[in-house]
């Protein structure tokens, strides 16, 4: 099993807390999009400790129940225990990472890796056009819990938001550069600094000052099939 360090540590022995990778690489992911770091009160643990856990457990001084060593989901690496308020975070948004909720009865705090990472960067077709794939590209791109084109007009507005926030924050610094007010409206102001955000990051592929819509996105879809289009939120409002 390929484990990874995670960037907070364990409460519970106060070393680096530790996940199979591909779960490690979950929980990364949604601190960037804004989970509250710092809250893990157990992750990882080794068959020893596993049974020190256990025996704690029979000697009736753990609140929590031990699973028999060799059969919890800590040992394998899946397991995660979380403290608020990240817990309250993942609650809501840990399914779209692959988190599932209350698979141990009264056991608020754990969730297990069990479901599939949509938030990880895949390769998208280059349309033109502003369709589903692109939608949920985007919606990674800018750390929004969202899977295809929002709905309602509510939603919209939301995404919207967050990719006016997410150009401001690409060009920031930028001489000249205005940031766009957030108003979650997607006018000329805000495909234009679509466009000044794109020239700064996709380098192969910049959309000239008198560029289609189509152009626009095309490249818009470059640089989100490459990663070059998107900060995580700690980087946003850091």
Same mark, same amino acid.
């Given at each position: ?36 770091? *710092?809250?893990?009160?157990? $992750? ?12 704690? /457990? ?15 989901? #800590?040992?394998?690496?899946? $397991? ?12 809501? /948004? *840990?399914?779209? /990472?692959?988190? @599932?909720?209350?698979?141990? @009865?009264?056991?608020?705090? #754990? ?72 108003? *979650? ?7 234009? %600094? ?10 192969? #592929? ?15 879809? @470059?640089?989100?099939?490459? %990663?070059?289009? *998107? ?8």
């Amino acid at each position: 099993m390929k484990v990874r360090t995670l960037s907070d540590k364990n409460r519970r022995n106060g070393k680096p807390a530790w996940l199979r990778a591909d779960a490690a690489g979950s929980y990364e992911r949604m601190k960037a999009a804004g989970m509250p770091g *710092g809250c893990v009160s157990d $992750a990882g643990r080794t068959n020893d400790e596993q049974w020190e856990m256990y025996r704690l /457990y029979k000697a009736g001084k753990l609140k929590a129940t031990a699973a028999y060593p060799g059969t919890s989901k #800590h040992e394998t690496g899946i $397991a995660l225990d979380l403290n608020e308020p990240a817990r309250k975070w993942v609650r809501k /948004y *840990g399914k779209y /990472y692959g988190w @599932r909720k209350d698979l141990v @009865r009264n056991e608020p705090w #754990h969730f297990e890796f069990r479901g599939k990472d949509r938030s990880k960067h895949v390769k998208i077709k280059r349309t033109g056009e502003l369709d589903a794939a692109t939608y949920r590209a985007i919606s990674r791109a800018v750390a929004r819990p969202r899977i295809n084109k929002p709905p309602k007009p509510a939603g919209q507005r939301a995404f919207w938001r967050k990719v006016q926030r997410q150009v401001n924050a690409i060009m920031r610094g930028t001489k000249g550069w205005a940031p766009l007010e957030r108003d *979650g409206l997607p006018g000329p102001a805000t495909w234009e %600094g679509i466009r000044l955000s794109l020239r700064k990051t996709n380098r192969l #592929h910049k959309p000239g000052k008198n560029a289609s819509a189509k152009r626009v996105i095309t490249c818009w879809q @470059r640089a989100l099939r490459a %990663g070059k289009w *998107g900060r995580s939120i700690k980087e946003i409002n850091g």
